[in-house]
């Protein structure tokens, strides 16, 4: 059985504003559920998972969309990275569901109040969590990201509309199916998450300002750009990741060599892997064991003249590629770095200010005078001292899972879990106060925060 | 003596860049000062605005401006409410002082933690308030706005451009030299604080999106919609103030009244001012003594054919005109009001969902059901029960100064003091971790919230 509703024939943005406006009015009901029933949902969708004959549907699923995608891969349409994210597997389920049960578990944000304050005897002003309402969410190849941003969408009682992309696009159906027959036999619309399909409609849903409330794009810069010029919805996410891993005078050189290697070689496409390292001459030791240890993972070195002269007195010569100005500029994504050297922290803070993404920055030094600084005056959404930028990220923060990291500074910053995707309320409750009572020479306000 | 410095004389984006670009960098310096320094930066304002002689150059100033005013008054060309709020007194100016001393005692945000957790043993992940960077506001006619404005901005460690009202000119220029002055006499770039006099440089400023964090919008709904359609940055404020008070089934008619004329009348063109009356057949009574209230205080009502009737079959005939499907849609901010009968709650709901525009809604009953429903239903900044809707206020609420009042539903919403100026970091401090050591069949995290 599949079935997919909350979908849409035309693909004009009439079509999609009636999607959108069926979504809204759905969230409206989950959001309404009490917060055991909006978990047992979670804890239902997690069930559905590990489902065997239903695993077996998006297992198929998921085979179709790889023969295609192996072939895309052959002719070198699609690269061999986007083509493994695109695989489910049994692990991948069961992820999925430890997931959706930690998430079903976490302490709920709606029906909370994060301020309670008595404004007068019987005047009670309280500021209450609630939903955004409806999100629009674009992302790439991996389809398991339809149940975890479906599950924060859920458990915040935000309505969703989902775009992925087109090489997933028969695991996203099956995996929208199986949302919907569980939002079904729980009494549920399940027009309240919207699977879209089609490229055109990506268009069509930015133009509803007065139907979504965020927008989250994920995927490659160009394409986060293209979705941040074309609406007037907010846009949450980060067209770039390009971080920093500056070694301060003393770095030690063990120290320095592991994190550089990490934040660059574990996951070189990652947004929080790095892209430039910065040197100050009395860091030398950690440079050469930094360059090293980055030449043997077979990182391609762009550098600074200096730091060739620093690299080319060592006894074995290095493979080095003289930087331009545009490598300071560059997010390469892949096995190669750009190095230079700067003075001290000074430069290093303008070369990050002037070069940076606000995403995640990281100093190595065992002065801690210098960490504080560094801490306190680097402007990105992640600022670390000696680990890895690679921990900017919402499962190693234990955020549970993210629905993406921003590089804006309003709303939400970095990793966003749960919290990005609620408002809050103003609630007053009185006994027919009026304000014009109240005031210099008049009745004074009471302001007990309780 | 009146200086004003950070400002420029160029009216073109370059001009404006630079005054931004070292406001920001002065800003940096007002964020790194210890909390106490922080304080008295405030309090020497406060003392500034105290003191007899600094009093008679702003009133001075201030009344250069109102000789303007009133001849502008009496050519019709400004009207007699913004002449009012032009106008500064000693009593305003002990407001001032007062509140910039509440502000100086009231609890830092900056170099506080709102989350710690350790990842591991020695990895703590902290989440930590920090300015927004620079702010660009722009604001009419009232001059008290810059003390105020000033003092928020300061407090949270943010720069600001300002530009207010062309009519309140020397008022400006006057209290911005008073703070450059305190600025000075501590040490601090008086470029934090720059007064733009040009109304072309509010085109330049909003340009200007990777110097400027947010933009507070402050002034008649043409102009901040202006604002927003016209930049990147995002815009705080509210286009208009669209309320409704909800009279359901058995309101009380005294009650009723009362709240009524406070929310029409007490100050009609506040955005938290009510524009349109609802009212259930049941609530009749109470419709009533609302409507001779109202009309009492010179209210014009713009009644739906069922309120008509209502009315006509009182004793003494009211006057009443028939309001249009227009009316719905009008924020008269002036003693106008419109009165539309809805059949029960989910009338009002969805008369509220069409034409309020998510500032302040209330509703007058005494079944704890309904109201429930009402609070938990409306999509609005602020959502009321037997209260008024004027309590909509940074005052009121209790946070001190407010900046303005959000409708938008992201970072800030409904009144915005200081939480709405400030966003976080994520500061992360390890002892070399790298982030490939961690996950499944690796070092578990500890995620350890302190």
Not at 123 to 128: K, N, S, W
Not at 275 to 304: I, K, N, Y
């Amino acid at each position: 059985m599949s079935t997919i509703e909350g979908q849409f024939d035309a693909k004009d943005a009439l079509g999609i504003r009636a999607v959108a406006t069926r979504a809204r009015r759905a969230g409206r009901a989950v959001a309404a559920l009490e917060a055991d029933a909006r978990a047992g949902l979670l804890t239902a969708i997690a069930d559905a998972l590990a489902d065997p004959s239903r695993r077996e549907e998006l297992l198929t699923a998921n085979a179709r969309d790889m023969v295609d995608a192996r072939a895309a891969e052959a002719l070198g349409k699609l690269d061999s990275a986007r083509v493994r994210r695109l695989a489910l597997s049994p692990a991948k389920l069961d992820a999925l569901c430890d997931g959706l049960r930690q998430l079903a578990a976490a302490p709920e944000l709606l029906g909370t109040a994060t301020l309670q304050r008595e404004l007068d005897d019987g005047l009670l002003l309280e500021r209450a969590p609630c939903p955004l309402g409806t999100l629009g969410v674009v992302f790439e190849a991996r389809p398991d990201a339809v149940p975890q941003i479906a599950g924060l969408a859920l458990k915040t009682g935000n309505a969703l509309l989902l775009k992925g992309g087109s090489e997933a696009l028969q695991s996203n159906r099956a995996l929208t199916a199986l949302l919907h027959d569980v939002l079904r036999a729980r009494g549920l619309d399940p027009g309240v998450i919207a699977l879209l399909e089609q490229r055109e409609e990506i268009a069509a849903m930015l133009e509803l300002d007065d139907c979504i409330d965020l927008v989250i794009a994920r995927g490659s810069g160009s394409f986060v750009q293209y979705v941040q010029r074309n609406t007037k919805i907010p846009v949450l996410g980060h067209a770039e990741g390009l971080c920093h891993l500056y070694l301060h005078d003393d770095a030690e050189a063990e120290m320095a060599a592991r994190i550089a290697v990490d934040a660059k070689c574990s996951y070189p496409a990652a947004c929080n892997a790095i892209e430039t390292l910065l040197w100050t001459p009395g860091a030398r030791a950690a440079l050469v064991a930094s360059a090293r240890a980055l030449l043997d993972q077979g990182v391609t070195l762009r550098v600074c003249p200096q730091t060739r002269a620093a690299l080319a007195s060592e006894r074995a010569p290095l493979e080095l590629t003289p930087a331009s100005a545009e490598d300071w500029h560059t997010e390469y994504g892949s096995l190669t770095l750009s190095i230079r050297q700067v003075s001290g922290l000074d430069e290093a803070l303008q070369h990050i200010e002037t070069y940076g993404s606000r995403h995640t920055e990281a100093i190595i030094t065992g002065d801690e005078a210098i960490a504080r600084r560094f801490l306190a005056e680097v402007d990105a959404a992640g600022v670390f001292h000696n680990a890895s930028t690679r921990f900017a990220d919402g499962y190693r923060y234990g955020l549970g899972a993210e629905v993406g990291i921003s590089t804006g500074k309003l709303h939400a910053r970095g990793p966003v879990g749960v919290e990005g995707l609620v408002t809050y309320r103003w609630l007053l409750r009185g006994r027919g106060q009026v304000a014009s009572d109240y005031g210099p020479g008049k009745r004074p306000f009471l302001h007990r925060t309780l």
